[in-house]
């Protein structure tokens, strides 16, 4: 005889969704193989921000992984417009750079932790439950970095601009031009203009393609 507790149905487990946000399959197929094991874990995926940011108002996903050097629109702006729809969007970036000024301004953008694509993959795993849980994850060496740099951010050119001025650097690195930039990023031409022209002043640039220079020496292309 089957019992009563045989016949109520056991409560299905909560699956965290999380959707990856990067311009290279591999690298979400590697992601993805990753959170295989993960059963408790539901895996999305974009491609370019526009993308990302149509599924995180469809999906609201509990985390979201995301890549900095996105075709269009940054990593940046894509967590800016997210933060901005959902003050409580739980951002991990992921990236190829390890210099420690990128992961400071995604802490300064909002977002909860910064991984390299370089680290343990059981790393990342531990990155997406921390953030899952509220909590901040960045490694130990990575915090430490981080502090060095604020001490030292006088003789960084990055460390004097906001993440709107890095974002518009990046795409002068890209070869964007200036009415291109104000259309990806909803700012004025006359806003990009002036932030163009504050960012001269703020690296010691005296034209734009010293700007663009800049953005590439330092990796943001």
Do not use: W
């Not at 469809?58 to 417009?81: H, K, M, Q, T, Y």
């Amino acid at each position: 005889m089957t019992g009563l507790a045989d016949t109520i149905e056991k409560p299905k487990p909560r699956l965290i969704k999380v959707l990856i946000v990067d311009d290279h399959p591999i690298v979400i197929s590697g992601c993805r193989a990753m959170l295989l094991g993960e059963r408790d874990m539901q895996v999305f995926a974009a491609t370019n921000g526009e993308q990302a940011l149509e599924l995180f108002s469809s999906l609201g996903p509990a985390v979201v992984v995301l890549d900095i050097n996105l075709p269009g629109i940054s990593g940046f702006e894509v967590a800016r417009r997210m933060l901005e729809q959902e003050p409580k969007a739980r951002i991990l970036f992921f990236s190829m750079n390890d210099d420690p000024i990128f992961a400071a301004r995604s802490l300064e953008c909002g977002a909860k932790g910064y991984i390299t694509k370089n680290d343990d993959p059981a790393d990342f795993i531990t990155a997406i439950r921390k953030v899952e849980a509220g909590e901040v994850y960045l490694r130990p060496d990575v915090a430490r970095r981080i502090e060095h740099y604020k001490t030292q951010k006088a003789t960084n050119p990055l460390g004097a601009l906001s993440p709107r001025e890095i974002e518009i650097l990046r795409l002068l690195g890209r070869g964007k031009s200036m009415p291109e930039i104000a259309h990806l990023i909803n700012l004025s031409h006359k806003t990009v203009a002036n932030a163009c022209t504050l960012m001269k002043n703020k690296v010691g640039a005296r034209s734009p393609m010293d700007l663009v220079r800049i953005a590439h020496e330092h990796g943001l292309v």
